[in-house]
């Protein structure tokens, strides 16, 4: 690992928050926060536009400024040509931005390339969200290689709970190098609840509410077409509202419209701002979806959760008893979601409110500890350092 050191023109350390898609705002803007509240911080939002509406839309609704934006996203990017637009803009950026410390965020190509472009620099990486496998090389795809390619160019790892700490202790990471912080996303989450500034996109009342979403790759086509036919199946109950927000994914949109493009009982919807979509989680009865972020979320609500998954690396939720991983054949996912909505004593085993992704805090753990390691106390640099309370 290339050794730090600062610049000691510098008075702040200068730290390159690399984003591209909608979960790393989300789970990233907690960070920028904590380091943005700092004396000892100059971060910068270097964005890969990697997503475009559903990042700017994020950037905006949570006031994150970039100061780079490379712009990569094609319709229907494929992942060698988008990986190739990460690597060549980031390398360039982080030559030009000369920053002390690269963060990435979790396990997309943007969250990769980040941190190959700062390892070819010589720039230390931290890691918010590592350590999370399923152990199933192509399951998610690409993400579970990804976020492995991440972990042997990474300075500090900040594992969200003590089972994905585990997980890079069994790949011989350095104890040293990990911190069990929580996840950001919680911090967010709470955060945004506590301005109450959302609507809840559910309209019809005395109804169940079900809340959906869909996007993995490895979902996309056939799966998850079957995955629409369980949910029409599922409308089809005259007490049941279902709210879809689509993801901007023209391949999830060719799966699920033409089944669902016309039912009176489920509102496809636009990617909701995420004040919005915690509301609607808020008011949620059920949740089913494919989604990382949000199987991290609804537990800390008390809304039960069904994993339109084969795997998960967020088995904490699963194992807490608020989520259960269904899989995706159309005849189980509509089985567990009727059963869960007709037998009450299951539901309600399940709709306990659980953090077992964190207490909030996740952010302010992170940046304290970059603080100490890069702040002086640790680096030995002498007259004019930084010293961290
Ligand atoms: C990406 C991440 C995935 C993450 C997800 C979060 C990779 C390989 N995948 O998947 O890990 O869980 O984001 O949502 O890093 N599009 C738009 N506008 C947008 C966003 C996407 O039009 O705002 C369309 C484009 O046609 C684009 C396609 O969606 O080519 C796919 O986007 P991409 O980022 O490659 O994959 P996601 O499935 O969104
Ligand atoms: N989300 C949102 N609006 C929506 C759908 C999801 O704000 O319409 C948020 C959700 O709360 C979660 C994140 O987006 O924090 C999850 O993003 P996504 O499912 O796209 O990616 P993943 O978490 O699977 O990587």
Redesign the pocket.
Known sequence: MPSIHLPRRRNRIRAALVL????EAIKLAPVLRAMSDSPLFEPMVVSTG????????MLSRLHMDSSRDLAV?????Q?SG?TARLISGLGEAVRADEPDVVIVQ???????TGALAAFYEGVPVAHVEAGLRTGVIGN?F??EL?RRLVAPMVRWHFAPTEGSAANLLAEGVDPGQIDVTGNTVIDNLLWVLERGEGRSAFTASGLRRVLVTL???EN?GETMHGIATALADLAGRPDVEIVLPL??????RDALLPVLGDHPRIRLVE?LDYFDFAATLAACDLVLTD??GVQEEAPTLGKPVLVLRTTTERPEAVQAGVALLVGTEPGEVAAAAHRLLDDRAAYGRMAAAVNPFGDGRAAERIVHRLALDLAGRTTGHGEGDLAVA
């Open positions: 591209g898609t909608r979960p990697q997503h475009r509406e559903m990042l700017d839309q996203m094609r319709d229907r990017q992942l988008l979790g396990d997309t190509t943007t969250a990769m998610p690409p993400e990804n996007h993995r790759r996309q993801h901007k994914s023209p391949a999830v990617p989604s990382g």
